[in-house]
């Protein structure tokens, strides 16, 4: 599993961005798949989940009905459609891959594979 992160960048709150992470491994379909980030200064959380098959999906609340995860698996890929963005969403958005079956919610993990990170900037 390599994870390659992009798509980051400085937008205006309210804008739209949209992030992608390619997986450069072979097995990309059978992994749960999931989207953390980091604001300076605090610790990194969980942002959003999405199934091996992408029929489902979980959010934490300060995205939810803003954010959408959806993967491709033919192209080994899964995305994060960020609208209304806020200043309060800036940070180092990272993807991860779970490859190690979950032994309580799904979404929780473990994920044991992480992308390089990419920077999302909201400004005022």
């Known amino acids: 599993v390599q994870l390659q992160a992009s798509g980051g960048g400085l937008v205006q709150a309210g804008g739209s961005l949209r992030l992608s992470c390619a997986d450069s491994?072979?097995?990309?379909?059978?992994?749960?798949m999931g989207w953390f980030r980091q604001a300076p200064g605090k610790e990194r959380e969980f942002v959003a989940a999405i199934r091996w098959s992408g029929g489902s999906t979980y959010y934490a609340d300060s995205v939810k009905g803003r954010f959408t995860i959806s993967r491709d698996n033919a192209k080994s890929t899964v995305y994060l459609q960020m609208n209304l963005l806020k200043r309060e969403d800036t940070a180092v958005y990272y993807c991860?891959?779970?490859?190690?079956?979950?032994?309580?919610?799904?979404?929780?993990?473990?994920?044991?594979?992480w992308g390089q990170g990419t920077q999302v900037t909201v400004s005022s």
């Open positions: 491994g072979r097995a990309f379909s059978v992994y749960d």
């Open positions: 991860a891959a779970q490859t190690i079956k979950s032994t309580t919610a799904w979404y929780l993990g473990p994920y044991n594979y």
